[in-house]
T-cell receptor, first 115, second 112 residues
Framework: AQSVTQPDIHITVSEGASLELRCNYS??????LFWYVQSPGQGLQLLLKYFSGDTLVQGIKGFEAEFKRSQSSFNLRKPSVHWSDAAEYFC?????????????WGLGTSLAVNP | DTGVSQDPRHKITKRGQNVTFRCDPISEHNRLYWYRQTLGQGPEFLTYFQNEAQLEKSRLLSDRFSAERPKGSFSTLEIQRTEQGDSAMYLC??????????FGPGTRLTVL
């Protein structure tokens, strides 16, 4: 079965602290992997994506993620969190080939940032 | 680049009424997707178009739901005989063959 698991429903960090959001996936084919961020009242904004090649990918707003095929993981990291990073973060997986292009999503991780 | 737009942004309707939402994708994008998101959940796939062809439709989509993309540009999602369980955020996304999906702001539906 295709699924995405984000084990942490809610995380609180202090401003300036480092951040890691976990994502594990189960997918029968070669996956494309994505992280999106959703702020209240806003649409989903793409942070970064992994299609192939270097397993450490850089995204916008200082975020990065590492694809680990052996662990079926695609964890999101940021070395120093800013108050404006408070939002909902979603991990998603899609097919790398074929006509099926839908994304399978995790339930999201809500990030709160303490001043 | 104007991004993906959706109209309306909010819709309140009474149970049993029909509603229609519109999505305008990024102009050069040939793929268009509809998702539904309820509170505390990630988006759930509803349907997907490549140009004007509807290539996949989720089993979540009952017969009350229909989507069209008649000229391969904008798309409409219609819900007939709305139920309270249809209350959700309806998201539209578009992409090229590179598969990066860009999302619109969504239409929030409330069924009373």
């Amino acid at each position: 079965a295709q699924s995405v698991t984000q084990p942490d429903i809610h995380i609180t960090v202090s401003e300036g602290a480092s951040l890691e959001l976990r994502c594990n996936y189960s997918y029968g084919a070669t996956p494309y992997l994505f992280w999106y961020v959703q702020s209240p009242g806003q649409g989903l904004q793409l942070l970064l994506k992994y299609f192939s090649g270097d397993t450490l990918v850089q995204g916008i707003k200082g975020f990065e993620a590492e694809f680990k095929r052996s662990q079926s993981s695609f964890n999101l990291r940021k070395p120093s969190v800013h108050w404006s990073d408070a939002a909902e973060y979603f991990c998603a997986v899609g097919a790398a080939a074929g006509n099926n292009r839908k994304l399978i999503w995790g339930l999201g991780t809500s990030l709160a940032v303490n001043p | 680049d104007t991004g993906v737009s959706q109209d309306p942004r909010h819709k309140i309707t009474k149970r049993g009424q029909n509603v229609t939402f519109r999505c305008d994708p990024i102009s050069e994008h040939n793929r268009l997707y509809w998702y539904r998101q309820t509170l505390g959940q990630g988006p759930e796939f509803l349907t997907y178009f490549q140009n004007e062809a509807q290539l996949e439709k989720s089993r979540l989509l009952s017969d009350r739901f229909s989507a069209e993309r008649p000229k391969g540009s904008f798309s409409t999602l219609e819900i007939q005989r709305t139920e309270q369980g249809d209350s959700a955020m309806y998201l539209c996304a578009s992409s090229t063959y590179t598969d990066t999906q860009y999302f619109g702001p969504g239409t929030r539906l409330t069924v009373l």
